[in-house]
């Protein structure tokens, strides 16, 4: 099993820059793919940016460039670099570990951090 801990959102300005780390304990953290997703009020629960457990980088559409998502196998972190951020960006922020191990999707939430852009 998989547990995943968030940490560094809070609140930023219009145009500002946060960063995203999540770090996971009690399994093999490389073999998994990772991802961030959020969610806004009477949102549904939406992918940010996925990375493979072979590097490969996925964004959505909104992102348009604006953040970076990257891991550190060695230490077991996945992070969200977040750059030109705004208001429409507000939503609490989860990481996230996918596994497909002989057919069966082994699948880990962390808590959530709350990211709210406003000045």
């Known amino acids: 099993q998989v547990q995943l801990v968030e940490s560094g959102g809070g609140l930023v300005q219009p145009g500002g820059s946060l960063r995203l780390s999540c770090v996971a304990s009690g399994n093999i953290f490389s073999v998994y793919d990772m991802g961030w997703y959020r969610q806004a009020p009477g949102k549904e629960r939406e992918p940010v940016a996925t990375?493979?457990?072979?590097?490969?980088?996925k964004y959505a559409d909104y992102v348009e460039g604006r953040f970076t998502i990257s891991r550190d196998n060695a230490k077991n972190m996945l992070f969200l670099q977040m750059t030109s951020l705004r208001p429409e960006d507000t939503a609490v922020y989860y990481c996230?570990?996918?596994?497909?191990?002989?057919?069966?999707?082994?699948?880990?939430w962390g808590q959530g951090t709350q990211i709210t852009v406003s000045s």
């Open positions: 996230n570990a996918v596994r497909l191990t002989f057919g069966q999707s082994y699948t880990y």
């Open positions: 990375i493979t457990s072979g590097g490969i980088t």
